[in-house]
């Protein structure tokens, strides 16, 4: 038996319980051959206790791994807030290309959404799994008919135990992300419509920026499940400095 990280021959390998790779006794330990099932391995106490006295030594990052059932919940929650935007689209657009793009943009304004969180939890050494709401997914259905809208189809579980800090962390980047996107469409429709004001090229890509304004505000909430109640029972002056842009933007957005 050679062992999976340096070849060697070994007469009596060590399997790694995790990953079921057989190693030799320098690399037998989670840590040593780079498991890529480390975060099983840590306990959340050891997590924590890297994460808060060596700053710069970070936890192994997880790797980034999306499973079937996993990419099925993204594709029907992505499904659900895009016919929430496309209620949203309140003026004439016909044609196809626009048509795509629109479902286009809305479905990556929720993935880029989800898959922020996803991504730093991985960062900080957290598995996280978006997994659908029944409550949340209804009430994002219901929205496509009424005008009040609810646009929350599910949310990224962290597993483990993370630091409060942790936890604001992972919230947080969901709603900054959207942010972003909103600024970049904002400001990229001002210059097609003053460049073509008949096309209505300017227009969807205005509602594609609304629309991330209001996925920030509303998951910035300090209510329940929603990312803003993570952040701001961590600190209130990040909250309120996520807040007040998102709320600015989805102010402009609709008038
Ligand atoms: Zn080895
Ligand atoms: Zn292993
Ligand atoms: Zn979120």
Not at 188 to 194: E, F, G, T
Not at 229 to 251: D, G, I, M
């Amino acid at each position: 038996m050679r062992c999976a990280v340096c070849d060697k021959e070994e007469v009596l390998p060590f399997k790694c319980a995790y990953c079921g790779q057989y190693h030799c006794a320098e690399h037998r330990l989670p840590e040593a051959h780079g498991c890529k099932y480390l975060h099983l391995a840590r306990s959340p106490i050891e997590i924590e206790r890297v994460e808060s006295v060596v700053r710069e030594r970070r936890p192994e990052r997880v790797a980034m791994r999306l499973s079937g059932s996993e990419a099925a919940n993204l594709a029907i929650g992505s499904a659900l807030v895009t016919a929430v935007g496309f209620t949203l689209l309140r003026t004439g657009w016909t044609d196809l290309p626009h048509l795509a793009l629109a479902v286009g943009a809305f479905t990556a304004s929720f993935l880029v959404h989800e898959l922020a969180h996803k991504y730093e939890a991985q960062r900080l050494g957290y598995s996280a799994v978006f997994k659908l709401s029944p409550i949340g997914a209804l009430l994002t259905l219901l929205s496509v008919f009424s005008p009040l809208k609810v646009i929350a189809p599910g949310a990224v579980n962290v597993l483990g135990i993370p630091s409060a800090r942790a936890l604001a962390r992972i919230a947080a980047v969901g709603p900054t992300s959207n942010i972003a996107i909103a600024l970049v469409c904002y400001a990229s429709s001002l210059v097609l419509q003053l460049a073509s004001p008949a096309s209505p090229l300017g227009r969807v890509v205005f509602v594609v920026g609304a629309l991330n304004s209001f996925l920030a505000l509303f998951n910035l909430l300090p209510f329940g499940p929603l990312d803003g109640l993570k952040v701001f029972s961590y600190s209130r002056r990040a909250w309120a400095s996520l807040f007040v842009p998102s709320l600015l933007l989805t102010l402009y957005g609709y008038f």
